[in-house]
């Protein structure tokens, strides 16, 4: 399914919730051949750091509390290492971040918000220059109240970012200013009410995304336009089977190097969900569910080679890793380690 050299020297970065018993981030060597993980060490500097991102030799981490903050890690060690101090996003339960020209970008879902914190020659983080705040709700009053941005990341193109709001059901498109990092609104566009959309994926011709929704469990299919800077929706596809009892909430969504597959993790369910791809990319469609491994997987990701899948079980505590059948796509377990709390995972 395409993908590197699967005997490359690889690493494993957990992010975890200190306040439900985590130990912050992990550090984890990859066996070559299994995919086995092994924990080598962790630092709990940061308090609830429930998503990462690695750049180089650096990772980045939100704070996912009230007074939200990012922070960098130097990773050329055995465990991570802070570097600089920890910066304000200006907003608060930060839910996820990614790094794009220069800065790094988070999305800060109880305030509805997307920060650009610049990253300094050394990998260390500046103070906020930008802030966008995001507006609208939804008909799910319990979650939809106000704007909830839950994903924020770089659009094929280089040009623009898209960050996905579960309260407002919809996806913002920004122009992204390579100098600044500062993020002007270019368009936005709406989804079906109701659905909660959490996070997207493109594809890797860079002509589709895939919004994974986690009030209603469906993946919407989009064209994106990375000359305009437009997403338009085409239509659904369920990421669960019909005899599903629920409730579901699905959370993460990624796809094959090769563009045949993609995955979803649904939590309530403890599956992942297995859609095949057509050749374009413009439709999915749902094959199969396998079993998390464990309880509650709130993160799903391929590691370097693309045949290897990795769901951090965020109730049940670990990080289980299936094999990936070239043919079906579907899933095969392979092992799993301790993580208590485990939120997110990462390789470099």
């Known amino acids: 399914m395409g993908g590197t050299d699967a005997r490359e020297p690889v690493r494993a970065f957990i992010g975890s919730f200190t306040s439900a018993g985590g130990r912050g981030i992990l550090a984890a060597d990859v066996d070559p051949d299994t995919g086995a993980l092994t924990v080598t060490g962790a630092t709990d500097a940061l308090p609830d750091p429930s998503y990462l991102a690695l750049a180089g030799p650096v990772l980045y981490a939100v704070s996912e509390t009230e007074e939200g903050v990012v922070a960098a890690f130097d990773v050329t060690g055995a465990v991570p290492r802070p570097l600089g101090a920890p910066a304000s996003v200006r907003g608060a339960g930060p839910t996820h971040l990614a ?42 009053t319990d979650r939809q109240s106000g704007p909830h941005a839950h994903q924020v990341l770089p659009a094929p193109g280089g040009r623009r970012a898209v960050a996905v709001d579960l309260g407002a059901d919809s996806v913002t498109i920004y122009a992204l200013d390579v100098a600044t990092g500062a993020l002007r609104p270019h368009g936005e566009t709406a989804l079906k009410p109701g659905t909660g959309p959490r996070h997207l994926a493109f594809h890797p011709s860079g002509a589709y995304a895939y919004v994974l929704n986690e009030l209603e469990p469906t993946l919407t299919v989009c064209r994106w336009d990375a000359g305009t800077g437009t997403l338009e929706p085409l239509g659904e596809a369920a990421v669960v089977p019909a005899e599903a009892g629920g409730p579901s909430y699905p959370s993460e969504v990624v796809v094959a190097p090769d563009g045949r597959f993609l995955w979803a993790a649904v939590r309530g369910d403890d599956t992942i969900a297995v859609l095949a791809l057509d050749p374009s990319g413009e439709r999915a469609e749902f094959r199969t569910a396998v079993d998390c491994g464990g309880r509650w997987p709130r993160d799903l990701a391929l590691d370097p080679s693309g045949r290897r899948l990795y769901a951090a079980n965020e109730r049940s505590g670990d990080v289980t890793w299936f094999d990936l059948d070239p043919e079906t796509g579907v899933p095969h377990r392979a092992g799993s380690v301790d993580a208590p709390a485990a939120s997110c995972v990462v390789f470099g």
């Open 99 to 140: 790094v794009a020209a220069g800065h790094v970008l988070t999305a800060n879902y109880t305030s509805g918000s997307v920060t650009t914190l610049p990253i300094a020659a050394d990998g260390s983080l500046g103070a906020a220059t930008d802030v966008a705040r995001h507006e609208g709700s939804g008909p799910v």
